[in-house]
C-alpha cells in the first residue's frame, strides 16, 4: 500500500502541486484559493504558472436543521446556484431561502472586501480557471466553488489539492473538467493530518499574499485578459433599420467578445448620453460589445407620447436586435440588454415575446411598471438597479420584482438618485451590470456552444 505523502506546510503543498500543472502555463489561466487555507497553496501554483491569483469567496447554503448539507452557494456578482434535489427534499420554500442567501451574501461581501482591499476581483469569463484548497474531506465548498467559478463565465473548471477523501473524488471529477488530487489517504479523516505543519492562515496572511501576487503578477484583480486591451475590430456609427425608420447608433466589438449588449435608453436620453457612455465603457472593458442607438428619430422626440409609447420601443428593440444578428462580428454573440427608465420597460416588454433574443436583462432607474402583465412571461435573468433615494421608482420596482417568475435580483445603491448622480453611484451599478452580463452572457454561451 502506498503510503501517504506527509506535506511539510501548505507552501510545500503548492509547489508540489505546481508540478502537475505544467501544461497550463502560456494558457489563459486564473488561479483561485478557496479562503482562507487554499490561498497559500494557490500562491505557489499562480507563481510558478506566471498566473494571476485572486480568492474565489463563496457561501453554502446550509439547509437550516442540517447546515453541513449544502441547498446551493452564493458568489461574488450576484451569482446564485442551487441544488434543486437537495432543496426539493428539504422542504425549504423560497422566502426562507431568500433570508438565508442574503445572510450569507452579506458575510461574503464582508470576506471579499476584507480578503482584497480596494482591489477588484479577476474575470473569469472566457478563461480556465484553477480552484485549489489546502484539502478536502466532504467536498461541499469545494463543489460550490467549483460551479461558482462556472457560473462566473470559465469555459475550463481545474481543481486541485494536495490530498482528498477517497470517497469524495468520484463526486469531485463529475463537478470538473480536471480533477488534480496528489493523495487519496483510505483513513483520510481531517485535512491536518497530511501536513506537519497545519497552523491557522489568518486574514492578513492572505491579504498579504495577495497583495504580493498583485504587485508581481501584471494583471491585478479587476483586470480582464489581454485580448481586452487590444484595439476593437469595430468602433463606428451606424444607421440601424426599424421599420420604415433609420435610426442613429454607435456600435462597439472588442477583441473577443463575450456577448454583445445593446442600450435601451429612457425619456430625454440619448447614445450620446454620457451616463450611457459611461457604462458601456465598463462592459467594454470586461471584453463585452456595445451597441448604443437612438430609439427614436428627431422628429418622434418631439412628441412627448412617443416616450412612453411602450409598444413602439420595444417593437424598435426588437428590430434594432435582429439588425445586429445581420453583423458578422455580432451574428453568434449572446445578447443583453440594458434599460434605463422607459427603456427598462420597453426592454422587458420586449423580453416577454415568445422569440425574444436576449439572454440577460439590467434595469437601472427602470420602470419596470410600464411592462404591465408582461413581466411574468419574461425568462431572461433580470438585474433591477434602483438607487435608495428614488423612492417612487424603489417602489416599483419592489413590486415588478414580485411578478417576475425568471432568475432576477434587485440590488439597492445607497444614496443615489434617480439619475444616479452622486460620487460613485453610476460606478457600482455598471459594475453591478457588467457582473452580472459577464456572469450570465458567459453561461448563455457555454450553454449553445
Not at 43 to 71: C, H, N, T, Y
Not at 240 to 265: D, I, K, S
Request: with cysteine; glycine share 8%; charged share 25%.
Amino acid at each position: 500500500m502506498r503510503t501517504t505523502r506527509w506535506f511539510a506546510d501548505r507552501t510545500d503543498a503548492g509547489r508540489q502541486l505546481a508540478e502537475r500543472l505544467t501544461h497550463l502555463r502560456d494558457q489563459d489561466v486564473v488561479v483561485l484559493g478557496l479562503p482562507r487555507g487554499g490561498v497559500p497553496v494557490a500562491s505557489e501554483i499562480a507563481r510558478a504558472l506566471g498566473a494571476p491569483l485572486d480568492v474565489l469567496v463563496v457561501r453554502k447554503l446550509g439547509v437550516p436543521f442540517q447546515p453541513e448539507l449544502a441547498m446551493g452557494a452564493v458568489g461574488e456578482g450576484g451569482v446564485l446556484v442551487l441544488n434543486e434535489h437537495v432543496l426539493a427534499r428539504s422542504g425549504v420554500d423560497r422566502a426562507e431561502l431568500a433570508t438565508i442567501e442574503q445572510r450569507e451574501r452579506a458575510e461574503l461581501e464582508r470576506r471579499a472586501l476584507r480578503y482584497r482591499e480596494a482591489r477588484r476581483r479577476v474575470f473569469l469569463a472566457g478563461r480556465t480557471a484553477v480552484v485549489v484548497d489546502d484539502g478536502i474531506a466532504t467536498g461541499a465548498t469545494a463543489r460550490a466553488a467549483c460551479r461558482v467559478a462556472r457560473a462566473h463565465g470559465a469555459v475550463r473548471v481545474v481543481l486541485a489539492v494536495p490530498a482528498c477523501a477517497p470517497h469524495t473524488v468520484e463526486l469531485l471529477r463529475r463537478e470538473v473538467d480536471e480533477l488534480v488530487v496528489l493523495e487519496t489517504p483510505p483513513a483520510f479523516v481531517a485535512v491536518g493530518q497530511v501536513y506537519a505543519d497545519f497552523r491557522p492562515v489568518s486574514d492578513d496572511q492572505v491579504v498579504e499574499l495577495l497583495h504580493r501576487a498583485a504587485q508581481q503578477f501584471p494583471e491585478s484583480p479587476g483586470a480582464t485578459s489581454a485580448a481586452a486591451a487590444d484595439p476593437p475590430l469595430r468602433d463606428e456609427e451606424v444607421e440601424v433599420a426599424a421599420g420604415t425608420v433609420r435610426l442613429a447608433g454607435h456600435l462597439t466589438v472588442p477583441e473577443h467578445p463575450l456577448g454583445v449588449v445593446v442600450f435601451v435608453h429612457g425619456s430625454g436620453s440619448s447614445r450620446h448620453s454620457p451616463r450611457n457612455r459611461y457604462v458601456a465603457e465598463v462592459l467594454q472593458e470586461a471584453r463585452l460589445a456595445t451597441l448604443l442607438f437612438d430609439l427614436l428619430t428627431p422628429a418622434e422626440e418631439r412628441s412627448r407620447a412617443n416616450v412612453f409609447d411602450i409598444d413602439l420601443l420595444a417593437g424598435r428593440l426588437a428590430r434594432v436586435s435582429a439588425w445586429l444578428r445581420d453583423q458578422p462580428e455580432c451574428r453568434a454573440l449572446p445578447m443583453g440588454w440594458f434599460g434605463a427608465s422607459t427603456g427598462a420597460g420597453a426592454a422587458l416588454q420586449a423580453a416577454a415575446e415568445p422569440d425574444a433574443d436576449v439572454s440577460a436583462l439590467v434595469s437601472r432607474g427602470g420602470r419596470p411598471d410600464l411592462a404591465g402583465p408582461r413581466l411574468g412571461e419574461v425568462r431572461a435573468p433580470t438585474l433591477l438597479i434602483v438607487g435608495g433615494h428614488d423612492d417612487v421608482v424603489l417602489q416599483l420596482n419592489e413590486r415588478a420584482a414580485t411578478r417576475l417568475r425568471c432568475e432576477h435580483r434587485l440590488v439597492v445603491v445607497p444614496r443615489a438618485t434617480h439619475l444616479f448622480e452622486e460620487p460613485g453611484t453610476l460606478e457600482s451599478a455598471a459594475h453591478l451590470a457588467r457582473d452580472w452580463f459577464v456572469t450570465h452572457l458567459a453561461r448563455a454561451a457555454q450553454s449553445t456552444g
